[in-house]
């Protein structure tokens, strides 16, 4: 049997154009024709042609050559360097150029948002294209690492131990270098190196300490100073909490964000109106998980006439707690009134109201009335009475549990995990994004919109059916 081998010595190895590297139908040309449809002073890039001074490349080109680079997985600016080199398609994306790794990261870290207004760009384009409507949003959320290591997050009492330490160490370089020779130049300038290093650290620590301070924060990581403390799946890392809306339609993203928070609570509002912004319209529903169940929050997108379809934490619990016969559902809620009746018919009054957790809080009238019930140590132990507990938008929350628990509803949010969280999946596990390079928030925020970005290119090569119907829809 013969063997197909190839033969490296061939006087010609590539086509006599460089045009001809690439065929017609390679996705290379579809995200090629998507950047030349962008418009850059809308991102707040300027061109400027006649600029005096050194050449520059092409913004068009370093912005081509990092969303190609992110839709394969390639995010290091030394392997775009490399691809520019050794790859067909980079070669042919750059038209032969080759940037090296620095002016890559440079052009990344200096156009962050930028990069976040290319999402923003290709939703209104795919409005444009009627492959957005914009009439059923979903929600999610997912924790990406951070560009730091765990062990560099530490609290404000251990900075405050270590600057004691570097403070000892600094007067002990001093007196040694009171009572060196001054012969000794060799030893003096040692000691003196060591003493400038001490005091660079003191004051980087002495910068955390304030700004944990300022921002209340008990810990801080000194790598990545915006980064937060997540559990995830991989354990305990330094990290974010990326997130995503989603059309309907064809799953494609309608707008990403960065929050340094551990969870979801109290984002349902920002990061729909983030969506509407984009959008120019109000969404008729809007589906998340019970991630984003508070109440006060979901109320903001109720009132704007949003139907809202978030189940409580209660409804999702995959183990239900027994039947309590003295749980808060079976005290009836009078609201002309303004209190509660217990089973056995006794009255729970209101009687202050906690801010903190939004909550008014409502008290037996009469404690004897506890204390004499055949119930008590069942219902209550408390030497006080039964109290309960109301969210001040308690109301609302109910009207979501019943809506939620709707034939409709159900059938919207079983939709939800098929059109939120496979953007998720295909950006950790295809795109290699499940940590970010970038540090900062401001960072992370542009990665995560370049992530999105090269999910919603790819749907639409698939949606529109191939690299060339894409490319006919960009140039109309």
Same mark, same amino acid.
């Given at each position: 049997?013969?063997?197909?081998?190839g033969?490296?010595?061939?006087?010609?190895?590539?086509?006599?154009?460089?045009?001809?590297?690439? /065929?017609?139908?390679?996705p290379?040309?579809?995200? =090629?024709?998507?950047?030349?449809?962008?418009?850059?002073?809308?991102?707040g890039?300027?061109?400027?042609?006649?600029?005096?001074?050194?050449?520059?490349?092409?913004p068009?080109?370093?912005?081509?050559?990092?969303?190609?680079?992110?839709?394969?997985?390639?995010?290091?600016s030394?392997?775009l360097?490399?691809?520019?080199?050794?790859?067909?398609?980079?070669?042919?994306?750059? /038209?032969g150029?080759?940037? =090296?790794?620095?002016?890559i990261?440079?052009f %990344?870290?200096?156009?962050?948002?930028?990069?976040?207004?290319?999402?923003?760009?290709?939703?209104?384009?795919?409005?444009? *294209?009627?492959?957005?409507?914009?009439?059923?949003?979903?929600l999610?959320g997912?924790?990406?690492?951070?560009?730091?290591?765990?062990?560099?997050?530490?609290?404000?009492q251990?900075?405050?131990?270590?600057?004691?330490?570097?403070?000892?160490?600094?007067?002990?370089?001093l %007196?040694e270098c009171?009572?060196?020779?001054?012969?000794?130049?060799?030893?003096?300038?040692?000691?003196?190196?060591e003493?400038?290093d001490?005091?660079?650290?003191?004051?980087?620590?002495?910068?955390?300490?304030?700004?944990?301070?300022?921002?209340?924060?008990?810990?801080?990581?000194?790598?990545?100073?915006?980064?937060?403390?997540?559990?995830?799946?991989?354990?305990?890392?330094?990290?974010?909490?990326?997130?995503?809306?989603?059309?309907?339609k064809?799953?494609?993203?309608v707008?990403? +964000?960065?929050?340094?928070?551990n969870?979801?609570?109290g984002e349902?509002?920002?990061?729909?109106?983030?969506?509407?912004?984009?959008?120019?319209?109000?969404?008729?529903?809007?589906?998340?998980?019970?991630?984003?169940?508070? $109440?006060?929050?979901?109320?903001?997108?109720?009132?704007?006439?949003?139907?809202?379809?978030v189940?409580?934490?209660?409804?999702?619990?995959?183990?239900p707690?027994?039947d309590?016969?003295?749980?808060?559902?079976?005290?009836?809620?009078?609201?002309e009134?303004?209190? @509660?009746?217990?089973?056995?018919?006794?009255?729970?009054?209101?009687?202050? @109201?906690d801010?903190? +957790?939004?909550?008014?809080?409502?008290?037996? $009238?009469?404690?004897?009335?506890?204390?004499?019930?055949?119930h008590? /140590?069942?219902?209550?132990?408390?030497?006080?009475?039964?109290?309960?507990?109301?969210?001040?938008d308690?109301?609302?929350?109910? =009207? *979501?549990?019943?809506?939620?628990?709707?034939?409709?509803?159900q059938?919207?949010?079983?939709?939800?995990?098929e059109?939120?969280?496979?953007?998720?999946?295909?950006?950790?596990?295809?795109?290699?994004? /499940?940590?970010?390079?970038?540090?900062?928030?401001?960072?992370?925020?542009?990665e995560m919109?370049i992530?999105?970005?090269?999910?919603?290119? $790819?749907?639409m090569?698939?949606?529109?059916?191939?690299? %060339?119907?894409?490319?006919?829809k960009?140039?109309?």
């Amino acid at each position: 049997m013969s063997y197909i081998m190839g033969e490296r010595n061939q006087v010609e190895m590539f086509p006599a154009s460089v045009e001809d590297y690439v /065929g017609a139908d390679d996705p290379v040309r579809a995200y =090629d024709a998507f950047i030349e449809a962008l418009d850059f002073g809308e991102l707040g890039v300027e061109l400027e042609e006649e600029k005096v001074g050194s050449p520059a490349y092409h913004p068009k080109a370093m912005m081509k050559l990092l969303v190609y680079g992110y839709s394969y997985g390639w995010r290091s600016s030394r392997k775009l360097e490399r691809a520019t080199h050794h790859n067909i398609s980079f070669i042919w994306l750059l /038209g032969g150029e080759k940037p =090296d790794h620095k002016t890559i990261a440079n052009f %990344r870290k200096n156009n962050k948002q930028a990069l976040c207004n290319v999402l923003k760009q290709c939703t209104r384009l795919c409005v444009e *294209l009627e492959l957005i409507e914009g009439n059923c949003l979903f929600l999610d959320g997912s924790k990406m690492r951070a560009n730091a290591s765990i062990n560099k997050t530490k609290s404000k009492q251990w900075f405050r131990e270590k600057s004691r330490e570097i403070e000892e160490r600094i007067e002990k370089i001093l %007196r040694e270098c009171e009572q060196a020779d001054e012969s000794e130049t060799g030893t003096l300038v040692r000691m003196k190196e060591e003493l400038k290093d001490e005091r660079i650290l003191q004051e980087k620590i002495k910068r955390l300490v304030k700004k944990m301070e300022e921002e209340e924060k008990e810990k801080i990581n000194s790598t990545d100073h915006e980064s937060i403390t997540v559990k995830g799946r991989q354990g305990v890392h330094a990290g974010y909490n990326a997130q995503i809306v989603v059309d309907e339609k064809h799953g494609l993203i309608v707008t990403s +964000d960065v929050i340094n928070k551990n969870n979801d609570l109290g984002e349902f509002t920002n990061q729909i109106n983030q969506a509407c912004e984009i959008l120019g319209k109000k969404p008729n529903t809007v589906c998340a998980d019970a991630g984003y169940s508070k $109440a006060s929050d979901l109320k903001k997108s109720v009132d704007e006439e949003i139907e809202v379809i978030v189940p409580s934490k209660k409804q999702v619990e995959h183990e239900p707690k027994e039947d309590d016969p003295f749980n808060k559902a079976k005290f009836k809620y009078d609201e002309e009134k303004n209190q @509660y009746v217990c089973p056995e018919g006794k009255i729970l009054r209101y009687f202050s @109201y906690d801010s903190s +957790d939004e909550q008014h809080k409502y008290r037996i $009238a009469r404690v004897e009335d506890c204390l004499s019930c055949k119930h008590y /140590g069942v219902c209550t132990k408390g030497k006080q009475g039964r109290t309960l507990k109301r969210l001040k938008d308690e109301k609302i929350k109910e =009207d *979501l549990e019943r809506l939620y628990n709707t034939q409709v509803a159900q059938e919207i949010y079983k939709k939800r995990k098929e059109k939120v969280e496979l953007p998720f999946g295909h950006i950790k596990r295809n795109l290699n994004g /499940g940590a970010f390079l970038l540090r900062g928030i401001n960072g992370a925020k542009a990665e995560m919109a370049i992530n999105s970005l090269c999910f919603n290119v $790819a749907r639409m090569i698939t949606i529109l059916g191939g690299v %060339r119907p894409l490319i006919e829809k960009l140039r109309i």
